[in-house]
């Protein structure tokens, strides 16, 4: 049997879905608990069970998540299998909990939720607050299970309000228990406003809203709000005005700096991000004109001119053999020399602040971004930026890579 297992998953990525779920229950759970085949294969027999574990099966399946040197992948789909199965209240004891395996931490909180266990509310409000999608959909769930079964009260009088991350919880609570929400635009913490915001649905109750407004930032996620809704943007602008056209300030960042970096990142900025960055990009004018090859050109011949041996121009992502960015890259002089010359406007930055290729390129009406203007942290506006979401700083933002 263990052959026709191996003909509907002959290879990673390559499932016969439908051949497993109409395959023996008794022998896929032997090939789950089977650790020398592969976790793809396993994790597919495992997705195939569901609904239908054999009941012999329970104990040796469940002592397949207990074993941390399994693989996780295997282990979470397990717990996801046998979430409801009386057999996992060990999941509740604390040193249970202590799985540094990846992912298995967020999947002993969900299967802790699946069972009832009221103490992981807070845990689970932390999960559910969290900028990965998927961390954040097993914490919502979680806690929707904990809600069914023992009621709002119940799983709020486990949080603690002057958390955010719990805030946010009690916002979605109450906005699924059919609460009007729109008071939490003013919560202190961008994130749990900004969770707020995606929940409001009626434009004239947002207009309504900001005539009273508690504060500037509140009337900005209103106004961003709306603008989601209505995607009016005159009313927006008009809006903006209204309030006098707030933003967050940051020293020593000039407008030419300011504009190029709110073209690009005030849009799609973190959710935890000030919203007046938001709403000064929705109002901001259009970018000016970009001629990257005319700009990469004009710094090749303006190095040229210098006496500067130079290479072909590349993108940052060729540059480093992957990923993608806001920049391009001259190579010049000795082996390691180069200068970066930014997408987002007429910038240039060379790591070596080599003042011949200051002058040169300053010469072809380049903007120089030295180590002053460079490490200038935009303060308010968070930016993905491997693995972290906070504010970077001017260098990052203008010469921005990622793999």
Same mark, same amino acid.
């Given at each position: 049997?263990?052959? @026709?297992?191996?003909?509907? &998953?002959?290879?990673?990525?390559?499932?016969?879905?439908?051949?497993? %779920?109409?395959?023996?229950?008794?022998?896929?759970? &032997?090939?789950?608990?089977?650790?020398?085949?592969?976790?793809?294969?396993?994790?597919?027999?495992?997705?195939?069970?569901?609904?239908?574990?054999?009941?012999?099966?329970?104990?040796?399946?469940?002592?397949?998540?207990?074993?941390?040197?399994?693989?996780?992948?295997?282990?979470?789909?397990?717990?996801?299998?046998?979430?409801?199965?009386?057999?996992?209240?060990?999941?509740?004891?604390?040193?249970?909990?202590?799985?540094?395996?990846?992912?298995?931490?967020?999947?002993?909180?969900?299967?802790?939720?699946?069972?009832?266990?009221?103490?992981?509310?807070?845990?689970?409000?932390?999960?559910?607050?969290?900028?990965?999608?998927?961390?954040?959909?097993?914490?919502?769930?979680?806690?929707?299970?904990?809600?069914?079964?023992?009621?709002?009260?119940?799983?709020?009088?486990?949080?603690?309000?002057?958390?955010? !991350?719990?805030?946010?919880?009690?916002?979605?609570?109450?906005?699924?228990?059919?609460?009007?929400?729109?008071?939490?635009?003013?919560?202190?913490?961008?994130?749990?406003?900004?969770?707020?915001?995606?929940?409001?649905?009626?434009?004239?109750?947002?207009? $309504?809203?900001?005539?009273?407004?508690?504060?500037? !930032?509140?009337?900005?996620?209103?106004?961003?709000?709306?603008?989601?809704?209505?995607?009016?943007?005159? !009313? &927006?602008? %008009?809006?903006?005005?209204?309030?006098?056209?707030?933003?967050?300030?940051?020293?020593?960042?000039?407008?030419?700096?300011?504009?190029?970096?709110?073209?690009?990142? $005030?849009?799609?900025?973190?959710?935890?991000?000030?919203?007046?960055? %938001?709403?000064?990009?929705?109002?901001?004018?259009?970018?000016?004109?970009?001629?990257?090859?005319?700009?990469?050109?004009?710094?090749?011949?303006?190095?040229?001119?210098?006496?500067?041996?130079?290479?072909?121009?590349?993108?940052?992502?060729?540059?480093?053999?992957?990923?993608?960015? @806001?920049?391009?890259?001259?190579?010049?002089?000795?082996?390691?020399?180069?200068?970066?010359?930014? &997408?987002?406007?007429?910038?240039?930055?060379?790591?070596?602040?080599?003042?011949?290729?200051?002058?040169?390129?300053?010469?072809?009406?380049?903007?120089?971004?030295?180590?002053?203007?460079?490490?200038?942290?935009?303060?308010?506006?968070?930016?993905?930026?491997?693995?972290?979401?906070?504010?970077?700083?001017?260098? @990052?933002?203008?010469?921005?890579?990622?793999?």
């Amino acid at each position: 049997m263990l052959k @026709t297992i191996k003909s509907l &998953t002959p290879e990673a990525g390559r499932t016969d879905t439908a051949g497993l %779920r109409g395959y023996d229950a008794d022998a896929l759970a &032997t090939c789950v608990a089977d650790s020398a085949q592969p976790w793809w294969r396993r994790r597919a027999c495992v997705e195939a069970l569901a609904g239908r574990v054999p009941e012999r099966r329970v104990t040796e399946l469940i002592a397949r998540v207990q074993d941390t040197g399994d693989v996780s992948e295997v282990r979470i789909a397990l717990l996801k299998l046998l979430a409801d199965r009386p057999e996992l209240p060990w999941l509740r004891h604390e040193d249970r909990r202590q799985d540094n395996a990846y992912g298995m931490a967020e999947a002993v909180l969900g299967a802790r939720g699946a069972l009832g266990d009221l103490t992981a509310a807070g845990d689970l409000a932390t999960l559910a607050f969290g900028p990965w999608r998927h961390r954040r959909e097993i914490g919502e769930a979680g806690l929707d299970r904990l809600t069914a079964r023992y009621g709002a009260e119940a799983v709020l009088a486990e949080l603690d309000g002057a958390r955010p !991350e719990h805030r946010s919880t009690a916002v979605r609570m109450r906005h699924h228990a059919g609460e009007d929400v729109t008071d939490a635009l003013a919560d202190p913490d961008p994130g749990v406003a900004y969770r707020a915001q995606e929940f409001l649905t009626d434009p004239e109750r947002l207009r $309504g809203y900001l005539a009273g407004a508690p504060t500037e !930032e509140a009337a900005m996620w209103a106004v961003y709000a709306l603008h989601r809704l209505t995607d009016d943007v005159a !009313e &927006t602008r %008009r809006l903006y005005e209204q309030w006098g056209r707030p933003r967050v300030e940051v020293t020593g960042l000039d407008e030419e700096v300011r504009a190029a970096i709110v073209h690009e990142y $005030g849009r799609g900025c973190e959710e935890r991000s000030d919203p007046r960055w %938001r709403i000064e990009a929705l109002c901001a004018g259009p970018p000016p004109a970009c001629h990257p090859a005319e700009r990469l050109l004009r710094a090749t011949a303006a190095l040229t001119a210098a006496g500067l041996a130079t290479k072909p121009p590349v993108s940052c992502g060729d540059a480093h053999h992957q990923g993608d960015g @806001t920049y391009d890259v001259i190579g010049y002089g000795a082996v390691g020399r180069e200068v970066h010359i930014s &997408t987002l406007g007429p910038f240039a930055a060379d790591w070596n602040e080599d003042p011949g290729v200051r002058r040169a390129l300053e010469s072809a009406g380049f903007r120089w971004i030295d180590d002053a203007v460079g490490s200038i942290r935009v303060t308010g506006l968070g930016v993905y930026y491997f693995g972290s979401r906070d504010p970077l700083d001017v260098r @990052t933002l203008l010469f921005y890579w990622q793999d």
